[in-house]
């Protein structure tokens, strides 16, 4: 492609409103525009970025024996009723009338298409398993549509749904989609990890992992062992627990006594007024958990992780109790709650169990308890992890590295529906015997777009993109110094035809601009081989820059394709 | 692919809804599933072909220069009402509001989003000319969607947009485009036509052709000359007009004279009371145009063409007047206008221009005149073609041969717009001399979906599809008649991986399913070439069947690779 003639503007400056790097970037190399908010036209560069990795998407689901479809946004209102979402989806599902008023959304995702349609195709056995995906134009009204692609409201996706006649055919699917997925995000040049994730609102049994790529503007925070390949969101990470230490093991711990603790209210004010380390404070919470209260109690440094408390306890919604709500069941405010003598059932972090001498709120205005020992003055029926991990804890896996939290982008989810949706839509088959019974299905979902804002965020310099060589949008960029020089022209001419016709895809900027210019576009752009043109051209000699590692090198204009090959092949 | 492993359904009977042959054929062979009126999925066969199609369009894009973006769905109401569009494109704009009550509309078509976009990225003459295309999902809510992927309301485009600096130009970018939409449609093996068509109400100066594929069920009428390539919309399309008889040749004629027609109104009442052709009748009809009265006469046997009295008069709307209006301004109700004596302009088709004798109503109840010969009793001030050609008419381009009249379905249409868009939205760019110009853009359409429907209507048999090689959803389909016979299917699986290895795309028919539904499903899928492996195998021979021209054949199975090669060489 000749650059004169290329659909592209570049920017200097970047935009007031692009907080973030990738988004910055992505403007200001002429990848995407602003239609409006949350919504982006895609410019050639952008484009051809996007099916780059859409075609590795495809080889890699077909190599995984998934078959493409192609399903619509328009989604009959009465399917979203019939799955019972379309009350609880709330604003983020764009909702329109048709002319006949009948009532339309625009398909935020598509487990209802499919399981209808397969409902429909499929009534055997002998037809399952099969594993369906289409990449296609989603839509999600975001309250805060931000960062460019990472959070829009229309993008590309490529979403996946599995269909198995068993839960140990589902598992199969589940990690089958599981390594391809790793596959495309490796073959994409991204750093990310599979984490362990909790299945959240959308319900289903069975496991889940979230890819995320690294990357410091991340929404989601995960925890990452130093050694293992322990990987979970923050919802679910779990910390190694320190051995039991046995009641009788502490024959010396003191009996547990009220004192008197007037206007100590907060862990902070304790810590201060007692000169007591934070780990030694029991931390007492109320909760309304599906209507019932509930205590939760961890150490004074922790936060509780209200995920893990909703499944231990099985229920759909969890709300801190209001004060006067827990002060009637308590029998004193928030800040003098503590888990001796209350009658709601009391869950006890393991942390807080291995405790010997704790102080805690005595449920009475201005009291607390100290000594408080856990394994001999409470019942511990309900003892489990439900605290937030935090950087440096130990690995729940393998005992021996330490929990770093970074932050990542979700560029991808697979995730173990089971029957949620194929029981409700009525999704059955006849099994060997005759009987019928309910599919199982899997969904796997890649924000194809938003790799393109992952890809950007971990490869970036001061100066513009890094593109790894598989989604680059040109693989070379050819730059003649002065396209005024003949001789320079015809060299480049030359590497452009010889280049193209090897198969390399190649953009030569063959605008009259000075070469100042075109080095800060060339730099902005970042394609990842760029060739340069100038007076040495004359001896036959070519430099040659890999933009990543900013290696130049002067090589001879002959040795030119020889070299770009060998890049190539190091790369991808 | 396996045949056991692929998720397709094929039907016996055609779903009653589907009136036409490439609606059935296409539920029928699991090609595609409808979601809602107008709304499909495309199962994994259809999804093949659209790409195979979209394939062939970029291709043929990219050797047009044309540049690929990606535009989105959701277009803010703001640049609809800066276009002046939100307001006249009535119910099949489908319009919504997102959560903050901001109006959008979803694209049935981009000039608003490119004109804006091009406006904002170039403003000079050297970054012109350039074409942007996208293939990307347009949405139109139909009132009667029906036909399949003929007239849906969420559909597969491809649309381009030319801007240029002048005139001249517009017109390279337009022919360039025209070519290469012969090309697309060519390979894509379909018969159609590059027609002429009028601009219609999208409007904008210059040319438009309408490219149509013929078959019986099309939507359009167009005339075709047998004899040279003139082809044009019904609309548009022009017979030759008779040598002029100048009045002083016909001495002869007689005087015009009136005389009584009680109750003779129509023009089959004339016919039958005064023996008469009805190509001696002038037939007047009144009517308002931009709210200004003028008459129009044609033949007694024609059809007057209203879109050529638009164009004629230069005005944007144009009804017959009702039976008072017209009352009042000619002096007679309907069924005695005549154009002798009329005080509103009358435009006189060029065949009643060369009457010698006609009969013509007298604006006078009951009366009508006879001897009318227009070139001596009529001012013929605005003399035109003002009817419909019909089936016979002398070509006007080439004078010799016949007008034959087809259905066509319309599957792409170049057009162009020239500063329609771009002076509405301020799409200028400053030229040589640092003035300020309005660009002038084209705009070019391609049915990507409705192309299915065009290859199936015109490639089919009483037992299914008949694939042309290009669109095929695979191109080799082999079936081992028994999977049962451990020869057969190893011959047919090491066929499966040289024909793979090859670069073949394959279907092997691996069911354990009679010969008879096999033989069924493959007719009615109509993979190009059918390799059938029976018990002649154990002889080292297999019948390999061309499904269009039926051609059957017992070859030897390492002859087959060859073979396959010349059939797909010969046919793309």
Redesign the interface.
């Known amino acids: 492609m000749r650059q004169s003639?290329?659909?592209l503007?570049t920017m200097r400056e970047s935009p007031a409103d692009a907080e973030v790097i990738s988004h910055q970037l992505m403007l200001r190399a002429g990848l995407i525009?602003q239609?409006?908010a949350g919504?982006?036209?895609?410019?050639?560069l952008?484009?051809?970025v996007?099916q780059k990795v859409e075609h590795i998407i495809r080889e890699e689901m077909e190599r995984a024996?998934a078959?493409?479809?192609?399903?619509?946004?328009?989604?009959?209102a009465e399917l979203w009723q019939e799955s019972g979402r379309y009350s609880v989806y709330g604003?983020e599902l764009?909702?329109?009338h048709?002319?006949h008023e009948?009532e339309?959304a625009?398909g935020p995702t598509h487990e209802e298409?499919i399981t209808s349609?397969v409902r429909?195709?499929?009534n055997s056995y002998r037809r399952l398993p099969?594993t369906?995906y289409?990449i296609q134009?989603k839509?999600r009204?975001e309250?805060r549509p931000r960062f460019g692609l990472l959070r829009s409201?229309?993008f590309l996706m490529k979403d996946a749904y599995s269909f198995d006649t068993d839960w140990e055919g589902l598992d199969q699917s589940y990690w089958n989609m599981y390594r391809a997925y790793n596959r495309i995000f490796a073959r994409c040049g991204l750093n990310f990890r599979a984490v362990e994730a909790d299945s959240g609102a959308i319900g289903g049994e069975g496991g889940t992992h979230e890819f995320m790529a690294l990357a410091d503007i991340g929404e989601d925070a995960i925890a990452v062992c130093s050694q293992c390949d322990y990987a979970a969101n923050l919802e679910k990470a779990q910390a190694a627990v320190p051995a039991f230490i046995e009641a009788d093991q502490r024959a010396d711990a003191g009996t547990a006594e009220k004192f008197h603790t007037p206007n100590l209210r907060t862990i902070d004010q304790l810590v201060q007024a007692l000169h007591i380390d934070p780990a030694a404070i029991i931390k007492t919470l109320i909760f309304i958990a599906d209507n019932k209260a509930v205590a939760v109690a961890v150490r004074g440094d922790r936060d509780i992780n209200e995920i893990k408390v909703k499944n231990y306890l099985g229920v759909e919604n969890l709300a801190i109790a209001d004060p006067a709500a827990a002060a009637r069941l308590t029998g004193a405010a928030p800040g003098s709650i503590g888990p001796l003598g209350l009658t709601v059932p009391v869950l006890i972090d393991e942390e807080v169990a291995r405790m010997t001498d704790g102080v805690a709120g005595a449920n009475e205005q201005d009291y607390h308890y100290r000594h408080v020992y856990p394994a001999r003055d409470l019942e511990l029926k309900h003892v489990g992890d439900f605290r937030n991990i935090v950087e440096g804890d130990s690995c729940s896996r393998c005992e021996k590295g330490r929990l770093n939290i970074y932050r990542g982008i979700e560029i991808g989810h697979v995730f173990k529906l089971g029957t949620k949706y194929s029981a409700r839509l009525g999704a059955t088959f006849l099994n060997p015997d005759g009987q019928v019974q309910t599919m199982l299905m899997g969904c796997y979902g890649i924000g194809v777009s938003r790799i393109l804002s992952a890809v950007i965020e971990q490869n970036h310099d001061e100066h513009g993109i890094l593109w790894p060589a598989a989604v680059a949008p040109y693989c070379v960029h050819l730059i003649p110094i002065s396209v005024k020089s003949g001789f320079q022209m015809q060299t480049a001419m030359e590497l452009y035809s010889e280049l193209l016709a090897q198969g390399f895809e190649v953009l030569i900027d063959d605008r009259d601009e000075r070469p100042g210019v075109k080095f800060k576009d060339s730099d902005l752009m970042g394609l990842p081989v760029r060739i340069i043109i100038g007076r040495d051209a004359e001896q036959g000699m070519v430099e040659l820059v890999e933009r990543k590692m900013n290696k130049k090198e002067l090589i001879d204009k002959d040795a030119v394709l020889k070299r770009v090959r060998e890049f190539v092949e190091s790369e991808v």
Chains 1, 2 share one sequence.
């Not at 919504?39 to 050639?44: A, D, E, F, M, R």
């Not at 078959?67 to 009959?76: D, R, V």
């Open positions: 003639q290329l659909f503007s525009r239609l409006a919504v982006y036209t895609y410019l050639p952008g484009r051809r996007l024996g078959q493409e479809l192609l399903m619509p946004a328009m989604q009959p604003p764009i909702r329109l048709d002319r009948r339309f625009l298409v349609l429909d195709e499929i099969v369906l289409q134009t839509f009204d309250r409201r229309e």
